[in-house]
Structures are given as C-alpha cells and as structure tokens.
C-alpha cells in the first residue's frame, strides 16, 4: 500500500485505516522508499525560495552506524524537515569521507590475513584494492543513515576523493603553494610508529599514563663535578646534542658554555642558557634532545645545535648505537636503566603520572621525530577566522564553546599536512631525479621545466582534513563557478560534536574565507557524545556499544530519534537508557492510538476543515488555542535550537492536553445520538489539533507521522512538504483557555483527594461547587459535564452557598471556589472503621513486639548497634501510624 497518494474526493478519505496496533517494521522501509521515489528529499536552484542548507559531516567509508552519528544525523534531520516544511528550498548534501588512515589500515590488515603486503603489489594494485574496498563497504553507512530517515539529497550524495572533490584540492594546493602559504620543511612532526605516518597536532589524544621521573648525572667533561636532571624518556638520552638551564639561574651560572659527557654514550655535549628552561621546574636543568621533542627541537634552532635522530619509522633504535639496535623503545628504555646505573648515571627513580600524546586512529603513544614534511603556514590564515567569530558571522550554539575554537586558533601551530599513506590525495609535487626540480601542478603528469625529463610525483597524500576542510563550498562545484555555489553557500547550520571543533570546524572556516571571501556557515550547532548508562563513553574494549540498528529493530527508529532528542541540551553528553526508549515507543503507541480512536469516530462523508462549525465548545476553544500557542513555543524552540526543549513540549501537550484531558473531554459528545452539531464540532477540532500536533512533531519522527497523517486527510500528499503550522496571534479564545483551566484544576484536586483516601474509580460521589462569584459558577455550570467522565462525579451542584452540603464533606480549596464531596459517598463507613480497627490492632502487636525486644537488657548490649537503631526507627513509626489510624476512626 502507497502512502500519501493524493486521493481524489473527502468521500474516499476512510479508505485506509491505520492498523489496529503500531508496528514500525510493517511502514518504515515503505514509507522511506516512497519519499526516495517521488523525491521529495531533493533539493534544486529556486530563486523565489531562500535557501538553507546543511551539509552532513561525512562518515567514513569504513564505519558502521554508531551512536553518535544517529543522534548527529537526528538532529539535522530534524532542522532540515523542519525548514522544508516552513517553506525553504531545504537542501541536506550527503556524503562520505575517505578516511585515509582508518581506510589504509583496514586493508592492510586484510592483505595481511592473505600473507601480503604493500610493497609486493605496489602502489597501484594497492590502490584498486582501496577503490574496490569503498565499492563494497562505502555504501553500508549510506545505507544505515536512510534507516533512522534521514532526509538527505542522496541525488547530490558526494565523496571526499571523487573528481569534484579531487579538482578543489589540487586548486587549493596549488594557490597556497603559490601564495607561500605551503611550504615544505623539516621540522618536529608527531609520528605514530603503528600507522606509520605523521599526524597533526590536532590528530594527539592526550591521556594520563603512570610513569617515571629518571635522575641522571651528567659529569662536566673537565672534571669539576656533574649536574643533575631528570626524563621521562631516558631511551632519548642517546639523541642528546646538549642540556640547558635558565640564564638566570644563579645555581648554574658557571658552567654555562661548558661541556659534560654524555652517559653511555661518551659524547661530549654544551651547557647552553637558554629561557625556555624553568629555574623552579625539578632541578633547573633539561635535556635537550632536539630530534624527539618540540620544545627541544625550537631549543635546538635557537642555539644551531645537531639533530640526531634516534629511531626508526617503528620507534626502533637505529643501527647507529649497535648495542640497542633493533630494540622497541621501550625495550631500549629497560636496557638503557640498566646500562646507566651500572655505569652509576642513575641517580634515583621516582612514579610520575603525565600526559602522553597519542594517535586518535590506534591510540599508540606518538613519537616526536624531525622529518621532511609539507606544511601550511598557519598565522595570517587564522587571523580572519578569529576575527568572523568575534565579530558574529559564525556563531557556536551553545556561545561557551567559541572558547575551544579560539585557543585552538590562537595557538595554532604550523599544520603539518602530509601523510605516508598511499590511500588519499596524492600531493601533487613532482620531483625531477636527474637535476633535483621541484614543480607544483594541478596536472597528473609532469616534465621538468629544466632539463625536459619525466618527473616523479611525491608519493605521499594529504591529510583526510585537508579535504574535509574544502567540504562546505567543494560539494557545491567550487572552484567552478556554478549555480549551485552561488545560491546554496555560505551553508546555514553546521551540526558536529565537540571533539572536532580542532579537527573539522576550524579547518573549514579559514579554508571557507581564503577560498570564497566568506564564511562557510552561520551556525555551528554543537553535540555532546551518546554514554552508557553509567556515563561511560561507548567502546570497543568496553563492549558497552549499542547498536542503533538494534534499537531501531525493536523498537523504530521514531522512538530512537525522539530518545536521542528529548531531555537533551545542546553541547551536553547524554545518557543512553533501554528504559527511554520504551518510553519513546509507549508515546508513539498513545499517539497511534489516539489517531485510530479519532477516526474510528470520523464519519464516511469525512470533515472538511475548511468550514469552522458554529458549535464549538468551551474545551474546542481551549484545545485550539493550546496548539496554537504549541506552534508558536515549538517554533522559537527550533530557532533557538531548543530541540529538545521543543519535543518535551510537544510531548507533553499531545500526552497530557490532547489526550488525557481533550480527548476525554468530548467522548461524551462523540457517542451522544441527539447532539449531533456537538459532535461535528468535536471531530473538527479533533482532526484539526491533530493534523497540526502531527506537523510538529513530524521532524523528530517523521514515520508514524506520515503514516498517520496520510490516513486521516487528502487534502495534502505528504507531512513532509505540507505547511508548517503557524501561529495566529490575534487569539480569540483566551476565556475560554482560562475557563477549561479553571475546570482542569478542580478536576485534580478533585483526584488528589480521592488518592489521598484511596477511592476506587468506581466509587461515585456527588460533587458541590460552591463560589460567589457569578462568572465562575457558569464556567462550572458550562463544565459540569466533564466532572462525571475526569472526577467520577455521580452529580454536580453549582451553588453560591452551602446549602444541603453534608457536615462531614470534604473539601477542596482552588482559586475563587471551594469544592465537597460528601465522605459518606466517598468511603463505606462501616467497611473503613472495620479495617481500620484491624490495622489498629495490627500495630498495637508491632507496637508490642518492638517495645519488648528494646526493654530486653540481653537485645541491647548484644544486638548490633545498626540493629538497635533498626528497631526504635520501627516503634517511632508503628507508633505514628498507629496515632494516624485513631484520628481516621475518631473522624468516623
């Protein structure tokens, strides 16, 4: 069965009903390829609509579904159905990202299951084997993303490496390189031993290790004693071209230009002074190891000292130190302790807890080595970045974490971007190995300008977030000049997770303003990450992942994405709970439930809501203005990017008001025979509260919505490109709302008291209201119907006075009126005193027993103390309940 085919007359409008239990499986998939058929997710150039564009985060071609990308991709769907609804040209680009080195690895480690390598079927054959790897497990995250509705212009899907993507990045390298902005260099880089390649600062995750301090002696070559130090990384000591203290240490003052031996190595290195050194930090005096930390390496230039590099691609000493060669550093480590103390270098060996860097991809702890890299110059591209910012052209919903952006820009380093990969953007500088030229082209090709022979191209790629950075405008045809570049960008929103700001979202914003004079975006809408139920961070080693697939298996992914949305701030980390989502799925179900009711009750002619009927009640009035002001919040909500501020309201209201109270409400009217204007007044406001809580609640679950919107009306042939409902400020019914409220809140005082006494539903009682003031007393008169369905009332007496209300009635006091519900009716007197008399007697026993054992001299002194304190908090509450139970009698 299609959904949402335009019907031809209201006469057909019944001619689907909705199943009589909601079942996810049996629409989603339906639902999903219908939207993809009469493609409505796409988006075209339609100068007579204002664009808004959001443009996906791309996942990696080698990932699965988790948990972040569902509540990431939830959220923009969330925007972008919003916005197609209120009429934008709504365009959601997807696409994916190549992820050189999580792809790289992947297949290595498979190659590696079949005994080979990279180096036996070279970088071509390598290279098929990527391109078939993203055929096979490319689409998988593609495929995951429709299952949870996202309503993205798959028409426009793109990739980070196709020719679109490919051109921009040659465009940008070349118009750096041309500019002087990118250059290479040999400078400290941050190298990881296991993935084999330089990453970028922002690529180190920084976690605690435990650790050691190592004091060292170093003896001053002429003889006139040793200094003392301290490292964490005694393996380094073997690249050691000097050690420093501050110039202004007095300690130090006199050997500052002399010499000391290196331990177990006998080379002989300076003292230098140098201010980077602190006067109060351990000793006073560091190592200065200028091939394998940063610091050291700035040291090292400033004093023109030798670069000794000590290990290999695999953090293996180098064959230069024969007695370590070959050794993991950490193994070197171990032997270079014991070779030191024998030597009676060792000084002593403290526990030292520090932060170490390591690679975001594999988490190996990363080695700081000098290497010949490329490089883009980072100062002059951050200054317009910053300055966007401060000045409002971007803005960070929530504000505070503009913080994060800034310290990472205002103290950004160079931004090393070449990779020793082979699966990525090859850089495209080629190298003449005959006359040593170096050209910089966009051609795949090269012939030296020199001497005319053929040049090698340099074999390693770009970082992934080089391209990642071009994302925003490189989707969009640029640098072409096309149509959709001109209309389209800037894009609108931006929606990521906190921990990519360094990574992503600063790297677009320069690259945005460098290459197109503007901003790539005017909102960055920030997530905090999905934890477990305990706050942990879902992991691998943990085994604590969900599944979104999962969840949506056995529960629909409309109840997933309303648990992802709802109760969720901005910029905060969520917990996961298998308990919400039942929830979620419990309101779907009220929802569904509540639509089948209503049109179970719709006549076959249907309801035109074209035509207001003249009879509408007090409670259609309040029900009306109760959407209408729900529009109204909900919209500034979403603006806000309230979103989950937004869906608890919608919540409420479709639970609460429409459900629980309306509903019940006009019942009595739907079954009555004789009221029959009454009754087509109620099914209008019915279908007409309905269709606009549907159209709210759309964007947060877009399946059961469509489903049910498309039974109830023909008007309009889907929920997604029907028309956002707006709000209508000149509200007519505020009496009305007043009124229905007033009655509400008599009704659960009404409730509260009848709980408090544990009435039975079934008990019915006469209900008086008694107030002196005229107006209230017809809003009563107007109301008293709904006392019998919502307050089990067997009548109502509206009254000015307290004639004929019994002495013993209990009362009820609300704003302007009082309420009694005589006890007699409430409460079978003979039947009350009867249990209460047995629970008198009951607690007397309890009352008899735990005095008894507090009394017994041998209970006391033996009994635990927590047992003695046990047995008094008893006596004092049997002895309250029991003074509780005589007051209850005493009032019978």
């Known amino acids: 069965m299609d959904t949402c085919i335009k019907k031809a007359s209201l006469t057909e409008e019944m001619s689907k009903e909705l199943a009589k239990t909601y079942d996810p499986k049996s629409i989603e998939d339906r639902i999903y390829k219908n939207w993809m058929d009469k493609k409505y997710f796409h988006a075209e150039v339609d100068r007579s609509k204002k664009p808004f564009t959001i443009v996906m985060p791309p996942p990696n071609i080698t990932g699965q579904l988790h948990m972040g990308h569902a509540l990431d991709n939830t959220m923009q769907d969330i925007l972008i159905r919003y916005k197609r609804m209120q009429g934008f040209e709504a365009l959601w680009l997807p696409g994916t990202d190549h992820a050189s080195i999580a792809t790289e690895a992947k297949i290595v480690e498979k190659m590696s299951e079949e005994g080979v390598t990279k180096d036996d079927i070279g970088r071509d054959g390598f290279l098929e084997r990527a391109w078939e790897w993203k055929r096979q497990y490319g689409g998988r995250i593609v495929s995951q993303l429709k299952k949870i509705g996202s309503s993205c212009d798959w028409d426009r899907e793109r990739f980070t490496m196709d020719e679109g993507c490919n051109d921009a990045v040659k465009e940008v390298f070349v118009n750096m390189y041309n500019k002087g902005w990118i250059y290479k260099g040999e400078r400290i880089i941050n190298w990881c031993p296991h993935c084999l390649t330089s990453i970028s600062d922002a690529e180190v995750e920084y976690e605690d290790q435990a650790g050691k301090f190592?004091?060292?002696?170093?003896?001053?070559?002429?003889?006139?004693?040793?200094?003392?130090?301290?490292?964490?990384?005694?393996?380094?000591?073997?690249?050691?071209?000097?050690?420093?203290?501050?110039?202004?240490?007095?300690?130090?003052?006199?050997?500052?230009?002399?010499?000391?031996?290196?331990?177990?190595?006998?080379?002989?290195?300076?003292?230098?002074?140098?201010?980077?050194?602190?006067?109060?930090?351990?000793?006073?005096?560091?190592?200065?190891?200028?091939?394998?930390?940063?610091?050291?390496?700035?040291?090292?230039?400033?004093?023109?000292?030798?670069?000794?590099?000590?290990?290999?691609?695999?953090?293996?000493?180098?064959?230069?130190?024969?007695?370590?060669?070959?050794?993991?550093?950490?193994?070197?480590?171990?032997?270079?302790?014991?070779?030191?103390?024998?030597?009676?270098?060792?000084?002593?060996?403290?526990?030292?807890?520090?932060?170490?860097?390591?690679?975001?991809?594999?988490?190996?702890?990363?080695?700081?080595?000098v290497s010949k890299q490329w490089f883009v110059k980072m100062e002059e591209l951050a200054k317009?970045?910053?300055?966007?910012?401060?000045?409002?052209?971007?803005?960070?919903?929530?504000?505070?974490?503009?913080?994060?952006?800034?310290?990472?820009?205002?103290?950004?380093?160079?931004?090393?971007?070449?990779?020793?990969?082979?699966?990525?953007?090859?850089?495209?500088?080629?190298?003449?190995?005959?006359?040593?030229?170096?050209?910089?082209?966009?051609?795949?090709?090269?012939?030296?300008?020199?001497?005319?022979?053929?040049?090698?191209?340099?074999?390693?790629?770009?970082?992934?977030?080089?391209?990642?950075?071009?994302?925003?405008?490189?989707?969009?045809?640029?640098?072409?000049?096309?149509?959709?570049?001109?209309?389209?960008?800037?894009?609108?929103?931006?929606v990521t997770g906190y921990d990519i700001i360094p990574f992503w979202v600063m790297r677009m914003m320069f690259s945005g303003l460098e290459h197109t004079g503007k901003v790539p975006f005017d909102t960055v809408l920030i997530h905090g990450l999905v934890r477990d139920s305990q706050g942990r961070k879902m992991s691998k080693s943990l085994g604590n992942g969900i599944d979104p697939l999962e969840v949506i298996d056995k529960y629909g992914a409309d109840a997933l994405r309303f648990t992802l949305i709802t109760g969720n701030a901005p910029g905060n980390d969520m917990r996961f709970y298998w308990e919400r989502v039942e929830a979620s799925r419990n309101f779907a179900n009220k929802v569904w439930n509540a639509s089948r009711f209503i049109m179970m009750n719709m006549p076959e002619e249907g309801i035109d809501l074209n035509v207001k009927p003249a009879g509408l009640t007090a409670a259609d009035k309040w029900i009306l203005s109760k959407v209408n002001t729900l529009?109204?919040?909900?919209?500034?909500?979403?603006?806000?990017?309230?979103?989950?501020?937004?869906?608890?309201?919608?919540?409420?209201?479709?639970?609460?008001?429409?459900?629980?109270?309306?509903?019940?409400?006009?019942?009595?009217?739907?079954?009555?025979?004789?009221?029959?204007?009454?009754?087509?007044?109620?099914?209008?406001?019915?279908?007409?509260?309905?269709?606009?809580?549907?159209?709210?609640?759309?964007?947060?679950?877009?399946?059961?919505?469509?489903?049910?919107?498309?039974?109830?009306?023909?008007?309009?042939?889907?929920?997604?490109?029907?028309?956002?409902?707006?709000?209508?400020?000149?509200?007519?019914?505020?009496?009305?709302?007043?009124?229905?409220?007033?009655?509400?809140?008599?009704?659960?005082?009404?409730?509260?008291?009848?709980?408090?006494?544990?009435?039975?539903?079934?008990?019915?009682?006469?209900?008086?209201?008694?107030?002196?003031?005229?107006?209230?007393?017809?809003?009563?008169?107007?109301?008293?119907?709904?006392?019998?369905?919502?307050?089990?009332?067997?009548?109502?007496?509206?009254?000015?006075?307290?004639?004929?209300?019994?002495?013993?009635?209990?009362?009820?006091?609300?704003?302007?009126?009082?309420?009694?519900?005589?006890?007699?009716?409430?409460?079978?007197?003979?039947?009350?005193?009867?249990?209460?008399?047995?629970?008198?007697?009951?607690?007397?026993?309890?009352?008899?027993?735990?005095?008894?054992?507090?009394?017994?001299?041998?209970?006391?002194?033996?009994?635990?103390?927590?047992?003695?304190?046990?047995?008094?908090?008893?006596?004092?509450?049997?002895?309250?309940m029991l003074e509780e139970v005589r007051k209850q009698l005493a009032k019978l």
């Open 631 to 880: 529009s109204r919040d909900v919209t500034e909500n979403l603006d806000k990017y309230e979103l989950g501020i937004a869906a608890d309201k919608i919540y409420e209201f479709v639970w609460d008001e429409f459900c629980d109270w309306y509903i019940e409400m006009v019942k009595p009217r739907l079954y009555s025979t004789d009221d029959t204007e009454g009754k087509k007044a109620a099914l209008y406001t019915l279908k007409t509260v309905l269709i606009s809580a549907l159209k709210l609640l759309h964007p947060y679950m877009p399946f059961i919505t469509e489903e049910i919107f498309c039974t109830l009306q023909s008007e309009e042939e889907s929920i997604m490109i029907s028309d956002w409902p707006e709000f209508t400020p000149d509200n007519a019914y505020v009496k009305e709302e007043q009124d229905i409220e007033r009655i509400k809140e008599a009704v659960r005082s009404i409730r509260n008291v009848r709980t408090s006494m544990n009435v039975a539903p079934s008990k019915k009682a006469t209900v008086y209201v008694v107030s002196d003031n005229e107006a209230v007393r017809e809003t009563f008169e107007k109301g008293s119907l709904f006392f019998g369905t919502l307050a089990y009332a067997s009548e109502v007496s509206v009254q000015s006075d307290m004639t004929g209300i019994p002495e013993d009635a209990v009362s009820v006091v609300i704003p302007e009126a009082n309420i009694y519900m005589p006890f007699a009716e409430l409460v079978d007197i003979a039947k009350e005193t009867e249990r209460l008399k047995k629970e008198e007697e009951r607690l007397q026993g309890e009352i008899k027993r735990a005095s008894g054992m507090l009394s017994n001299e041998k209970f006391i002194s033996k009994a635990p103390e927590a047992k003695v304190q046990e047995e008094k908090a008893k006596l004092a509450k049997y002895e309250q």
């Open 214 to 369: 190592w004091h060292l002696r170093y003896k001053l070559a002429d003889g006139s004693g040793s200094v003392e130090l301290a490292t964490t990384r005694p393996e380094t000591l073997l690249g050691d071209t000097a050690i420093a203290v501050n110039p202004n240490d007095d300690r130090y003052k006199s050997i500052i230009g002399k010499t000391v031996i290196l331990p177990i190595v006998g080379r002989e290195i300076p003292v230098v002074a140098d201010d980077y050194v602190g006067i109060d930090f351990g000793t006073g005096v560091v190592k200065i190891t200028p091939a394998h930390d940063p610091n050291d390496f700035e040291v090292g230039l400033r004093h023109n000292l030798p670069i000794i590099n000590v290990m290999t691609d695999d953090a293996r000493i180098t064959e230069d130190y024969p007695k370590y060669a070959g050794m993991d550093r950490y193994e070197a480590r171990a032997q270079i302790v014991k070779d030191l103390e024998a030597e009676g270098a060792l000084v002593k060996i403290e526990d030292h807890d520090h932060n170490v860097g390591t690679c975001y991809r594999c988490h190996t702890t990363i080695e700081p080595r």
């Open 384 to 494: 317009p970045a910053i300055e966007a910012v401060k000045k409002g052209d971007t803005k960070f919903v929530p504000g505070y974490f503009d913080k994060t952006y800034f310290h990472w820009l205002e103290n950004i380093r160079d931004w090393c971007i070449s990779r020793q990969l082979w699966w990525g953007h090859q850089i495209p500088a080629f190298y003449c190995d005959d006359c040593g030229e170096m050209t910089v082209t966009k051609d795949d090709h090269a012939v030296c300008p020199k001497c005319g022979k053929e040049m090698r191209q340099d074999p390693d790629t770009l970082d992934t977030w080089f391209s990642s950075a071009l994302w925003p405008f490189s989707t969009l045809g640029w640098p072409k000049a096309t149509e959709e570049m001109d209309y389209f960008y800037p894009t609108s929103t931006l």
